[in-house]
């Protein structure tokens, strides 16, 4: 009976890999037409009686500035090009200040974000941890940087309601995203950790003094020059082709 329960469990857990491995591919060229947080808010809000219409245009890659994307790396994960999923020295430092008693600090590069806001549900249980490293490695496997910024500039969550760049530039500057101004963008990536109580349109002292770091920190990792280098990245596993003659 034993030996029959390990089987089947088994036989799940290489279905489960399967199935989530051919969907991460499928993803590399189908734009996700939702997240499974957007999915998590709109049903939170229904069980706490306060409807809200969730806000997300898609727009591609060439379409969104490269201030907001050098932004968002800026703020969010200074070695996204570097890594490969995990911040290992970032983890280290938060588990040391957390376990000192300070506030609780995380260390989710953009990678890990783009697989939990896309897969997963909120939460700190061990499950869903576990699940989100699964599918954070599938994604840098599977997935090129550019594809991955990309995915996370259309999912990201910019207020209630507000998802992905288009909806939150909109929303907060009365633009389209590939007009977003520079200090428009830093301001948009200032308010990620905690955007559902942060404004970018209505920013206090503390929003405009990260959004000063952010620019400053964008100038320093290269600007457009960092976004150029970074759209000619695939993972080490892809054909390598020769040059053109």
């Not at 989530?20 to 997240?35: E, F, N, Q, Y």
């Not at 306060?50 to 969104?64: F, M, S």
């Not at 990678?111 to 499950?127: C, E, Y």
């Not at 309601?161 to 200090?183: C, D, I, M, T």
Request: hydrophobic content about 45%; charged content about 20%.
């Amino acid at each position: 009976m034993l030996r029959n329960l390990l089987r089947r469990l088994t036989k799940l857990l290489l279905w489960f890999a399967a199935l989530s491995a051919v969907l991460v591919l499928a993803l590399r060229w189908i734009d996700p037409p939702g997240t499974a947080l957007m999915v998590e808010r709109k049903v939170q809000s229904w069980v706490d009686g306060k409807p809200i219409d969730l806000q997300r245009t898609w727009r591609p890659w060439h379409e969104l500035p490269n201030d907001l994307k050098i932004a968002v790396i800026a703020a969010e994960d200074q070695k996204f090009a570097e890594h490969w999923g995990f911040d290992v020295s970032a983890i280290r430092q938060a588990l040391a200040h957390n376990a000192d008693g300070g506030n609780l600090r995380g260390a989710s590069t953009i990678s890990q974000q783009v697989a939990k806001n896309l897969f997963l549900w909120s939460g700190r249980s061990w499950p869903r941890k576990a699940l989100e490293a699964w599918f954070t490695g599938l994604i840098e496997l599977l997935w090129p940087k550019q594809r991955i910024l990309e995915v996370y500039l259309n999912s990201v969550e910019w207020g209630d309601g507000v998802f992905g760049a288009e909806a939150a530039a909109r929303h907060h500057f009365k633009v389209a995203a590939p007009y977003l101004s520079r200090q428009q963008a830093s301001l948009l990536a200032a308010v990620l950790p905690n955007p559902r109580a942060w404004s970018a349109s209505r920013p206090g002292p503390r929003i405009q003094r990260r959004a000063n770091w952010i620019r400053q920190q964008s100038y320093q990792l290269g600007g457009s020059h960092y976004i150029s280098q970074l759209s000619r990245r695939a993972p080490d596993w892809w054909p390598q082709w020769p040059p053109l003659p």
